[in-house]
């Protein structure tokens, strides 16, 4: 199933700008009272938030984005009833705006179920090893020897997980001073990985999960996440996870999202940290 989702999001995000552009025009030409106009409200709601996602400018969405398909519902029923010299503006809204919608709020976005056999509040992170970007191996109980934050990523090519690297940089200095150190883990490539280390003048620590050999140890792996037009990554990918552990690798915190746009907010980990009084 997840091989089949990586056909669906760029045709979908491609097919919402082209029907919103498409639907401008046709208004200009048919007036403002016409199906196009639900054509336009069908699919509007989501070409604008990919277009903010792509930007960097979210870091998470809503869990069910009623926005989205409540549009398109609406937009469908416009381009029914509103005056029209084809059946193609209804077409539009009912199949690219309310099914697309459907399809990317209900199906895409989700997972279908995480596995927290493993990473389990109270219990120990696993031994695993992961690579810096130059290829040193870093064994896990190197990672636990003081309070960590391990944010498992998909890659460099995931808007979303940019802008949450970005707020985690920005509460670095607030982490480093409770004794917490940063790790973010991906699968990419040590090029990929040493070009968006240098990106950010803290000193967070950017590993990579060769083969995926560690995701697939704690279950957080998934066949088919890279989108299809993403060149350079492998088809799959690692569930966005992350994970708080204490000086004894003992874990105080895991979200394991079963949404790809659902993720912790900034402050849940400082939050956290005081509640467990680490640092």
């Known amino acids: 199933m997840g091989s089949l989702k990586r056909f669906f999001v760029t045709p979908y995000f491609a097919a919402q700008v082209v029907v919103v552009i498409y639907s401008l025009v046709k208004l200009t030409q048919h007036g403002l009272f016409s199906a196009w106009l639900g054509s336009l409200m069908a699919t509007l709601p989501a070409a604008l938030l990919f277009g903010f996602i792509l930007l960097g400018y979210r870091a998470r969405t809503s869990e069910n984005l009623p926005l ?54 109270g219990k120990t992170l696993p031994d695993f090893v992961l690579f810096d970007s130059q290829g040193i191996p870093i064994a896990s109980s190197e990672i636990t020897k003081t309070p960590a934050l391990l944010m498992f990523f998909r890659g460099n090519w995931c808007p ?50 060769r083969d995926l050999s560690v995701a697939r140890q704690l279950r957080i792996a998934i066949d088919g996440a890279v989108p299809l037009g993403v060149t350079g990554y492998d088809p799959d990918s690692i569930m966005p996870t992350v994970v708080m552990t204490d000086s004894e690798g003992k874990i105080i915190f895991a979200d394991l999202t079963d949404n790809y746009r659902v993720r912790p907010e900034p402050g849940t980990f400082l939050k956290i940290l005081d509640q467990q009084a680490v640092g």
Do not use: H
């Open 68 to 121: 989205v398909w409540i549009c398109g519902v609406f937009g469908s029923v416009l381009a029914w009833y509103l005056p029209a010299q084809s059946s193609l503006p209804f077409i539009f809204a009912s199949l690219i705006g309310l099914l697309g919608g459907l399809l990317y709020v209900f199906w895409y976005s989700r997972y279908g179920g995480r596995d927290s056999s493993i990473l389990g509040i």
């Open 160 to 209: 979303l997980c940019m802008a949450q690297i970005k707020e985690i940089a920005d509460q670095y200095r607030e982490l480093d001073q409770r004794g917490v150190k940063v790790y973010l883990v991906s699968p990419q490539s040590e090029q990929n990985t040493q070009q968006l280390a240098e990106k950010f003048s803290v000193p967070l620590n950017f590993l990579i999960d």
